[in-house]
């Protein structure tokens, strides 16, 4: 989830990917193995290409530079799509996803869960384990993802490939 401190630059970047015409499926500033990174998720119809990550890297650039003195020192700006299990940001993303199984990872203790997730009247994230259901304010999830499942029935092949025989 992302932080309170870069409410303001996500809503800032949000608002300049729709206006080069993608969907921001959303913005987080995180640390991988040392290295700081400001990522943002792309969508659109017809899917994300290079080319389109690349305009809307160009288009944040600068904005991104005029605020760095509230990013981490040093960063990597890496735009993409979200992907198969793609994160899970804001509430709508979980009404979006009702019903799809998701990857939970709690603030407290750093305890996961995984299931069925909806949204509760309240607004809150609803996650359906086998030992039953769980309501979660949005606040108290670090981070989620949907899980990919692959279609039952279909077996995982793999074509021949004609080649130098041994």
């Known amino acids: ?18 206006a080069l015409g993608y ?16 990522r943002v998720y792309l969508e659109m119809p017809g899917g994300v290409d290079t080319g389109d990550c690349e305009t809307v890297s160009r288009g944040l650039s600068e904005y991104l530079d ?12 890496e735009i993409s799509s979200p992907g198969l299990e793609r994160p899970l940001f804001v509430i709508e993303d979980y009404r979006r996803f009702s019903g799809k199984e998701a990857q939970i990872i709690l603030k407290k203790g750093r ?3 995984r299931g069925l997730i909806s949204v509760s009247d309240g607004g ?3 996650v359906k384990t086998a030992d039953g259901e769980r309501v ?3 606040e ?14 279909e077996k995982k092949t793999f074509k021949k490939i004609a080649g130098k025989k041994k």
Request: contains cysteine; proline residues 7%; glycine residues 4%.
């Open 23 to 38: 969907e921001c499926a959303g913005f987080e500033v995180t640390a991988e193995d040392g290295v700081n990174i400001v």
């Open 136 to 138: 979660i304010p949005l």
């Open 66 to 77: 005029s605020v760095e003195a509230e990013l981490p020192e040093r960063y990597f700006l």
């Open 140 to 153: 108290d999830i670090r981070k989620a993802n949907l899980v990919y499942t692959p279609p039952r029935g």
């Open 111 to 113: 305890r996961s869960l």
């Open 124 to 126: 809150d994230v609803v």
């Open 1 to 18: 989830m992302k932080p309170e401190k870069y409410k303001e630059i996500y809503s800032a970047v949000y608002q300049r990917v729709e």
